[in-house]
């Protein structure tokens, strides 16, 4: 009964590849985001999406693009990665825009 | 922009002890939301507590509770009876209200503060 889940927990690849992160909430939240946590564990917002459509878009490089197939899902792709993209992913939800954010468990992404 | 500070990186505290994290903030809109939020070793991110800026009211959930001060832009957590489970790095997170674009509900978070709860 995992109310936000991500997959992969680990993600290990090698630079110039392409990768996607799926998340999944059954919560029936209209509202989702994507943070990226640094390793200094500074926590940033990346993008938003409220009933699949985009509401946030922070400045992140164009390489990263966010999916929202339907409300409960939201994937982050990420092309041609580069070392300075290994950090922790989390996707989170909330009900609606204004309502505490629920978060998952995230993804940790290494560059070798 | 809105700017969330926590001046304390590490503390410490004894089980069964109290311990207070602060946290500042800067803005100039008159509501929106300040939130606490726990990550444990696990790694995952727990809402521990929230207050909406309008509330007088310090907001308490079980042994955590607040001191909000608004005028003063102040957000600090209050943990009771420090347990060995309250060992985690702990968020102090802003969010304005309303409608009017994009930039709001996006949460900034301070950059943590680290505590170790010690037997």
């Known amino acids: 009964d995992t109310a936000v889940s991500q997959t992969p927990k680990y993600l290990v690849t090698q630079m110039g590849n392409d990768k996607s992160i799926k998340c999944e909430q059954n919560?029936?939240?209209?509202?989702m985001y994507w943070y990226k946590q640094d390793s200094k564990k500074f926590l940033k917002i990346m993008f938003s999406?409220?009933?699949?459509?985009?509401?946030i878009n922070e400045t992140v490089p164009n390489r990263f693009s966010p999916k929202s197939p339907d409300k409960a899902h939201l994937n982050l792709h990420i092309n041609s990665l580069e070392l300075g993209d290994s950090a922790v992913y989390f996707c989170?939800?909330?009900?609606?825009?204004?309502?505490?954010?629920?978060f998952g468990d995230g993804t940790r992404l290494s560059i070798l | 922009a809105q700017t969330v500070t926590q001046s304390q990186p590490e503390m410490s505290v004894q089980e069964a002890e109290t311990v207070t994290l602060s946290c500042t903030y800067d803005?100039?809109?008159?509501?929106?939301?300040l939130f606490w939020y726990k990550q444990p070793p696990s790694r995952q991110m727990i809402l521990v507590i929230r207050?909406?800026?309008?509330?007088?009211q310090n907001a308490t959930e079980n042994r955590f509770s607040v001191n909000f001060q608004k005028a003063a832009k102040s957000f600090s957590l209050k943990i009771s009876d420090s347990q060995l489970g309250d060992t985690a790095m702990y968020f102090c997170?802003?969010?304005?209200?309303?409608?009017?674009?994009?930039?709001?509900?996006?949460?900034?978070f301070g950059k943590g503060t680290l505590l170790t709860v010690n037997p």
């Open positions: 989170a939800s909330s009900r609606d825009r204004d309502q505490p954010q629920h």
């Open positions: 919560l029936g939240h209209d509202t």
């Open positions: 999406y409220n009933n699949k459509e985009l509401i």
């Open positions: 803005t100039s809109e008159n509501n929106y939301y």
């Open positions: 207050q909406e800026a309008y509330k007088q």
């Open positions: 997170a802003f969010m304005k209200e309303g409608y009017s674009g994009g930039s709001n509900y996006k949460l900034t």
